[in-house]
């Protein structure tokens, strides 16, 4: 089957359509706010000040 401007522009119509239907469906899926951030799910550990002193 021969690759057509039409056909190809058809395809990236089809491709934005389902990212932007992914989009939405992720955007209803989400929280109203994000969640607060809190101390306890700290991702970086910290260094005791003796540690520091090398």
Known sequence: ???TK???ERKG???RRQLESRLNERE???AEEPPEPSLD???SE???ED???W
């Open 46 to 48: 910290y260094l005791d």
């Open 6 to 8: 039409s056909g190809r």
């Open 28 to 30: 209803l899926d989400a």
């Open 51 to 53: 540690e520091l002193d």
């Open 13 to 15: 119509r089809n491709k």
């Open 41 to 43: 799910e700290v991702d």
């Open 1 to 3: 089957m021969p690759d």
